[in-house]
């Protein structure tokens, strides 16, 4: 059985930093591209960023292009989510993401962790 | 960015009923067109890739069309726990977008 387990939310003050990271088990992780998908309060779901299999390929939303950073470290099947200079619009619940495929494109979200909470306040 | 725009934002349907949601697409994207299903507090749940094929699992009552920008979700027969938000995601290119969601309520 898939599992993917985020880790890492919390409550930051804007400008401020923190990691997420995603437990991934049940599937051959190095296999299979890998995103982070959020959702503020009320609203819809919006892509954050996606890595390739091996992890040399990387995409991000321009919301995020230059403040977060997407790796993945396929000897722990674990993915991370490194977000920097956060604001207040960044407050939303961070999922997890496995795609069918080792490509960013081309393929659904086949399986989705519960989420992790960020709130960036003051 | 490929703008992703579904119609209508609700709908309120009946058990029973069958529904219909609407997802286009701002330029073609040839065919890579997946439905999620979302229920409050919930994770988004996989239901359709490649605008038709069914995730295993799925009820055969769900079934999805279209090509090129223009695609459709299709319910028959609607039960009581298909009342969510049902959002389209292209994977033609990147960003990956979603439409905004179509909210089903009884």
């Known amino acids: 059985e898939v599992q993917l387990v985020e880790s890492g939310g919390g409550v930051v003050q804007p400008g401020g930093s923190l990691r997420l990271s995603c437990a991934a088990s049940?599937?051959?992780?190095?296999?299979?591209?890998m995103s982070w998908v959020r959702q503020a309060p009320g609203k819809g779901l919006e892509w954050v960023s996606g890595i390739g299999g091996s992890g040399g390929d990387t995409s991000y939303a321009d919301s995020v292009q230059g403040r977060f950073t997407i790796s993945r470290d396929n000897s722990k099947d674990t993915l991370y989510l490194e977000m920097n200079s956060l604001r207040a619009e960044d407050t939303a619940v961070y999922y997890c993401?496995?795609?069918?495929?080792?490509?960013?494109?081309?393929?659904?979200?086949?399986?989705w962790g519960q989420g992790t909470l960020v709130t960036v306040s003051s | 960015d490929i703008q992703m725009t579904q119609s209508p934002s609700s709908l309120s349907a009946s058990v029973g009923d069958r529904v219909t949601i609407t997802c286009r697409a701002s330029?073609?994207?040839?065919?890579?067109l997946n439905w999620y299903q979302q229920k409050p507090g919930e994770a988004p749940k996989f239901l359709i890739h490649?605008?038709?094929i069914l995730q295993s699992g799925v009820p055969s009552r769900f079934s999805g069309s279209g090509s090129e920008t223009d695609f459709t979700l299709t319910i028959n027969s609607l039960q009581p726990e298909d009342f969510a938000t049902y959002y389209c995601q292209q994977s033609y290119n990147t960003p990956l977008t979603f439409g905004q969601g179509t909210k089903l309520e009884i």
């Open positions: 490649a605008a038709s």
């Open positions: 993401a496995s795609h069918q495929i080792t490509l960013i494109r081309g393929g659904p979200f086949d399986d």
């Open positions: 049940g599937f051959t992780f190095s296999y299979f591209a």
């Open positions: 330029q073609t994207i040839n065919g890579f």
